[in-house]
């Protein structure tokens, strides 16, 4: 007996995905069979990956979208379902983070995380939940087989770090609402579960890991190492396929180990 993860036919939504874990995600569902709508404000970036996927064969489609204003992320999830159909799952991707003291902090960093990583989060994550609630209320009509919501949080959700301390605040709260999601939007055959992933090398950070300060992160790691984006196909794919229809409200941890 073989559990295939295909997800042909299936339309997928990735936010912050104009590169790190956005854009692997994005090329992980289309090898996968999805078709893929790529979100973010750098569109050159996501024109590049959208070249990319094609030309191994995948379907791709960029949109436009600022996750820190609602008409925004509206016009683009309008925009993705009248060219590429519904919107079956939602890689609720998009984050920031400062580095800094808690003294330190002022109203506009605190505005900064937790308006793109928080608010942006689930505004976007409300959006696409309004038509996939609609569609299951119509299934007879629309054929409507479950949506999957696969909000990207952080294992700095579980266990505080100095410096990052308000980043922590936001992505606990990413947690939360995963499972506030979970809970009023589970009847509709919706699923919503969170991966917090640990350190990954991502184009972002990728300079940190040779400076002292990296390796001395490095060395507090259970197995000293970090992770590659593609360390989180496996656990990307099983969330978005129906293998996964009875999680619904997970809070799964990809660190390596990192957060025990």
Not at 75 to 82: L, W
Not at 91 to 105: D, K
Not at 122 to 127: D, S
Not at 140 to 166: D, W, Y
Request: proline fraction near 2%.
């Amino acid at each position: 007996m073989t559990y295939p993860l295909d997800l042909t036919g299936r339309v997928a939504l990735v936010t912050g995905a104009s590169g790190g874990l956005g854009a692997q995600f994005a090329r992980t569902l289309s090898a996968a069979g999805a078709a893929v709508v790529l979100a973010s404000r750098r569109m050159e970036k996501l024109k590049t990956l959208r070249a990319e996927i094609e030309g191994q064969g995948g379907s791709a489609h960029v949109v436009s979208m600022d996750v820190c204003d609602t008409a925004s992320i509206e016009a683009a999830v309008a925009q993705a379902e009248s060219e590429m159909g519904p919107i079956d799952i939602l890689v609720n991707n998009s984050g920031v983070s400062t580095t800094q003291r808690l003294l330190e902090v002022t109203e506009d960093d605190y505005d900064f995380m937790f308006d793109t990583n928080t608010k942006g989060a689930f505004f976007v994550a409300q959006a696409v939940a309004k038509r996939m609630v609609e569609r299951s209320k119509n299934a007879g009509e629309t054929g409507f087989v479950g949506g999957r919501i696969i909000n990207i949080a952080s294992m700095a959700a579980m266990k505080v770090l100095p410096q990052i301390g308000v980043y922590c605040m936001t992505k606990a709260a990413v947690v939360q609402m995963t499972k506030a999601m979970a809970v009023e939007w589970g009847r509709f055959g919706i699923t919503s579960n969170a991966i917090c992933p640990g350190y990954i090398d991502t184009e972002i950070n990728h300079h940190h890991w040779d400076t002292e300060a990296g390796k001395k992160l490095i060395n507090m790691l259970p197995r000293k190492r970090v992770g590659e984006p593609k360390d989180l196909d496996g656990l990307l794919l099983l969330l978005a396929s129906d293998q996964s229809h009875f999680m619904n409200g997970a809070v799964i941890s990809a660190d390596d180990g990192f957060g025990i």
